[in-house]
DNA sequence: CACAATTAAATTGCACGCAAGTGAATTTTG
DNA sequence: CAAAATTCACTTGCGTGCAATTTAATTGTG
């Protein structure tokens, strides 16, 4: 594999700015959005994390942790703790899977599944902050989706 | 103020499905982009936060821990116990302000000046790894500025 | 079937991010 | 000018994220 020459020609001044960065944009509406959804699922009792798996699981219903993470990917260092603490909110419970113990399975108590009432009312609050037509946002859904694929698969070339 | 009923009309099961959300592709494509930037900055000894910071510190020169905090939209609860780190990394000095004590001036070390010549090499390499066009790269940026704006004066309207 | 390699989840350690509270300095007000 | 209100940074506590390690279970191999 001949590298190619990783040639660092000059980038004007005006494209270093932060304001100018993709990537700090992306980071600061991440925050942002964090925010926004904050009072909205006070109510409900869950942090952002924690109401992305519970999307997972009203969407996908039970599902051992591996594939959790994989969904929102997510590792186990930070799925635990979190699952853990859904599971003493009493919105899951958490199962070792009999046909393979190595695993365990993630499932939505009645009370989690009650919760999936709270969706439409969740979500509609959120598009209404965003803002945007559905045209602009899936079309932002669609070029974010790329750009995530095209992070990801970045080799760690150098180290 | 009388609320305008906050009608909470059937959002159809497609729209709800994971992969629909504008949120979560924000939030996936923020950690894609950490962990993308991680083997780059690991080099220079930096984290991704710090780097910002730096980036800021390169672009406007020295600054009080409030204005850094504007501009990355950090409050100091997160940014004290960072920039003691960056000082302890021999990168910034932070100095009491003669004029307003209650200030404290971030400045660059000459070590800290001196890393900005990794600015261009640590952008290339981004740039790369994103395998976007500069076109598409500004029109994303100018779409997350806008949702971010939106999301950030979102009254916390209910509590 | 024993034994090495692999896999899943949990744990540990560190660095954010943010709410809430503290303490010191400055500004506002009476 | 003195007291109250505000501002700034720091600290504390909690919940992520993630690398690295640990423990237990399963799979692959001879």
Redesign the interface.
């Known amino acids: 594999m001949k590298a190619h020459t990783?040639?660092?020609?000059?980038?004007p001044q005006e494209?270093?700015?932060?304001?100018?960065?993709?990537?700090?944009?992306?980071?600061?509406?991440?925050?942002?959005?964090?925010?926004?959804?904050k009072?909205?699922l006070?109510?409900v009792g869950l942090t952002?994390p924690q109401y992305?798996v519970m999307?997972?699981l009203?969407?996908r219903g039970e599902l051992p942790v591996k594939t959790i993470g994989e969904?929102?990917?997510l590792d186990s260092g930070t799925l635990s703790p979190l699952l853990k603490r859904l599971e003493q909110s009493g919105l899951i419970k958490r199962i070792r899977d009999l046909r393979d113990e190595r695993q365990v399975i993630v499932s939505l108590t009645p009370r989690g599944e009650a919760m999936k009432g709270e969706?439409?009312?969740i979500?509609?609050?959120?598009g209404q902050?965003?803002?945007?037509t559905l045209k602009?946002?899936a079309?932002?859904?669609d070029?974010?989706?790329?750009?995530?694929g095209?992070?990801?698969r970045?080799g760690?070339d150098?180290?």
Do not use: S
Request: hydrophobic fraction near 40%.
């Open positions: 990783t040639k660092t020609m000059e980038i494209e270093k700015r932060l304001e100018k960065q993709l990537c700090f944009a992306v980071y600061a509406t991440a925050h942002a959005f964090t925010r926004a959804y009072p909205i006070d109510k952002y992305l999307l997972v009203w969407e969904q929102l990917d969706i439409d009312t979500m509609t609050a959120i902050a965003a803002g945007c602009e946002m079309e932002m859904r070029m974010l989706h790329r750009l995530r095209n992070l990801g970045t760690t150098g180290g």
